[in-house]
Structures are given as C-alpha cells and as structure tokens.
C-alpha cells in the first residue's frame, strides 16, 4: 500500500468544535486499512483518553506526562508509555491519563515536543494530533501545528465558535504556521444549516462534516474507537472521514 509523504496531521479548532471525535475517526481509519497509526492527545485541561474506549478495552494506560518528563525523549521510552486497545492493534495512543492535569508532570520545552513528535513518526506509519485550542500557553499543541505535514482547521457553524477562530487567526499568521498546509473543515453541520448559511458564516472550506447522532452517542459512551458502521444516520458522517482520510494521506 503506498501513501504520500504526508505522515503527520494536527487537528485544531474552537472548544468544543469536534477535535477529539475528529482525530480519532481518522485515526481508527487508517487503522482499518491496515497502518500503524499514533494518536497524540494534547489537551492537558481534560485529557480525553475516556472518550476513546471503555476501561475494559484499554490494554495498557500511561502517561504522556512521563514522555515529557524526560531530559530525552527516545523510542523505547516512548513505546514504554503508550497507551494500548485490545480491540485495535493499529493504534497506540498518548496522552495524560484521567484525573492528571498540566500540573502533574514538571514543565517541559519546545525541544521535547518536538522530539515527542519526530520520535512518533519513526514508530508508526501515520500521525494524527489531537491539538487543544490555546495555542498561546500550550507548547504541545503549538509545535504539532509547526511540524505536522497537514493540519485541518474544524469550525462549528456557530457564532462563538466564528468568534473564538477569529481572535486566533492573528496566532496563525505567524509563518511558522504554513498557511498552505491547512485544510479548513466544517463539522458537526446539521440539517438546519443551508449550504449557503455556511458560505455566509464561514467562508470557504475545504470538508464539510455532517452531524451523526450515532457518533454522539459513541461520543457520550467514551468508544470513540469503535467502528462507524455504514447506516443511514452515519454513513455520510463516515464518507467524509475516509474522504479526509484518503485526501490528506493519499492512501491506496
């Protein structure tokens, strides 16, 4: 199976828009197809390890806290620390565990995120990030959008989700955020959202993701993880996951 040189994607966007449901579709995708794939979980506020799967179906949980620790992040220290599911062999995931916070671990430096992630791309065919929103005090999330091959800005069609992108974008324009390797996504659109009130509200994008009840509900239950099968009220949610999926990594 061949696939581009686009190995590392960040997922960033407003609170709440989707980030986490997002990243971990794709990553359960491309997991199905057969790579390798790490999932990198940012968010230090509320770590979302409980959405993916159910504590039964977590094989091994540590933390991302003691990675960062580290004087220097290596492979076999990385590999030590995954996180591990029974149910999906493809993927290992990264991130603090619950009830830890940015203050359970020492602080660490751009240096180590970085290595965190170039040390990731050596372990697994495929990269997906999990970014939080705050990128003014969160080093994680600001180096996964510097490094990452591709990102993939979402947005809510809500005014305070318009909002919040608004007071970020002068953040963006920084250069060391490519402007050419970001993907502007809509998500969660619902029914009562025209096409036209989309334009209007948000400009131009790139994917627009539909709203899936029963991705809500997987949501709810904490089994992010779990297949997205091919019924009436998923299968267009599932459409656009593969068609993110197969854009930006080019898989065959």
């Known amino acids: 199976m061949k696939h581009s040189d ?7 966007g407003s609170p709440s828009c ?21 999932l990198l979980l940012c968010d230090t506020d509320a770590p979302p390890l409980p959405l993916l799967a159910s504590p039964s179906d977590i094989e091994t949980e540590k933390s991302l806290g003691s990675i960062l620790a580290a004087a220097r992040i290596t492979e076999n220290l990385v590999m030590q620390n995954a996180i591990t599911f029974k149910k999906n062999k493809h ?7 619950k009830g830890e916070n940015s203050f359970s671990y020492p602080k660490y430096t751009q240096v180590q995120a970085k290595e965190l992630i170039d040390t990731l791309r050596d372990i697994a065919d495929f990269v997906v990030i999990d970014c939080s929103c705050h990128l003014s005090d969160d080093i994680l999330s600001t ?5 990452a091959d591709c990102v993939l800005r979402l947005i809510n069609c809500d005014l305070k989700s318009i909002s919040y992108l608004s ?11 490519k402007s050419d390797k970001q993907l502007k996504a ?10 036209e009130n989309i334009e209007q509200i948000i400009g131009g994008v790139t994917f627009t993701v539909p709203h ?5 509900r997987q949501y709810l239950e904490g089994e992010l993880l ?3 099968p091919v019924k009436r009220e998923s299968k267009e949610f599932r459409v656009m996951i593969e068609q993110i999926a197969e854009e930006v990594f080019e898989l065959d």
Not at 143 to 147: D, K, P
């Open 143 to 147: 180096v996964s959008l510097i490094e």
């Open 6 to 12: 686009n190995r590392v994607l960040a997922v960033w």
């Open 212 to 216: 899936s009840d029963l991705v809500e």
């Open 18 to 38: 989707g980030k986490t449901t997002i990243a971990a579709k794709i990553a359960g995708y491309i997991a199905d197809k057969g790579f390798d794939v790490a």
């Open 186 to 195: 809509a998500n969660n659109v619902k029914s009562i959202h025209s096409r």
């Open 91 to 97: 993927i290992v995931a990264f991130g603090l565990m």
């Open 226 to 228: 779990k297949d997205t």
């Open 167 to 177: 007071s970020q974008l002068p953040l963006l324009a920084d250069s060391r955020f």
